[in-house]
T-cell receptor, first 115, second 114 residues
Framework: ETGVTQSPTHLIKTRGQQVTLRCSSQ?????VSWYQQALGQGPQFIFQ???????GRGNFPPRFSGLQFPNYSSELNVNALELDDSALYLC??????????????FGPGTRLLVL | AQTVTQSQPEMSVQEAETVTLSCTYD???????LFWYKQPPSRQMILVIR??????QNATENRFSVNFQKAAKSFSLKISDSQLGDAAMYFC???????????FGTGTRLTVIP
């Protein structure tokens, strides 16, 4: 069984640039959730993808967007990067059904630094 | 509002001793799931233990056990026979049934003293 993987592990960007982060879900999982973890904080929910559709969103602006592919992998895109976007971005996969979500398993994260 | 509070920013324990990490949460829902995740310096969030709110029996996973008090909305984690590898940030989290997202606390940093 393959776990959740994320790429890249580290990334440095400048303000105003755009970034794409990638996540491969664990075998057998159909749902991917993205979280932002600022230094010294707990993770904050960005959004979730289920069957290639956005299935819930946290309090993040529209410049945070995502995709889920038929193989259930996912991308997180952030446009017009701001300094406050510097954080660890965590992807979690789970098995989900209508009105039901199972335990989320996390990848190792991508550390984004915006200069 | 759904919130999770971890009132102990840092805790320490002697190797082989027992330590308890505290967590309280707030939700108006009656059906939900509670979790403890461990985040070592490698950053990966690792599931430690899970508890279904409808189950009265406290969950146990080897040296890890919880004390779940539903009426008090309390969910503490007990680590027995602490090992050096237990040193990490520990996050308490929950999600309601059918909800999309986990709500996390701010974490407790556990140090294990040899």
């Amino acid at each position: 069984e393959t776990g959740v993987t994320q790429s890249p592990t580290h990334l440095i960007k400048t303000r105003g640039q755009q970034v794409t982060l990638r996540c491969s879900s664990q075998s057998g999982h159909n749902t991917v959730s993205w979280y932002q973890q600022a230094l010294g904080q707990g993770p904050q929910f960005i959004f979730q993808y289920y069957r290639e559709e956005e299935n819930g969103r946290g309090n993040f602006p529209p410049r945070f967007s995502g995709l889920q592919f038929p193989n259930y992998s996912s991308e997180l895109n952030v446009n017009a990067l701001e300094l406050d976007d510097s954080a660890l971005y965590l992807c979690a996969s789970s098995w989900g059904g209508v009105g039901k979500q199972e335990t989320q398993y996390f990848g190792p994260g991508t550390r984004l630094l915006v200069l | 509002a759904q919130t999770v509070t971890q009132s102990q920013p840092e805790m320490s324990v002697q190797e082989a001793e027992t330590v308890t990490l505290s967590c309280t949460y707030d939700t108006s829902e009656s059906d939900y799931y509670l979790f403890w995740y461990k985040q070592p310096p490698s950053r990966q969030m690792i599931l430690v233990i899970r508890q279904e709110a409808y189950k009265q029996q406290n969950a146990t996973e080897n040296r890890f056990s919880v004390n779940f008090q539903k009426a008090a909305k309390s969910f503490s984690l007990k680590i027995s026979d602490s090992q050096l590898g237990d040193a990490a940030m520990y996050f308490c989290a929950f999600h309601t049934t059918g909800a999309n997202n986990l709500f996390f606390g701010t974490g407790t940093r556990l140090t294990v003293i040899p």
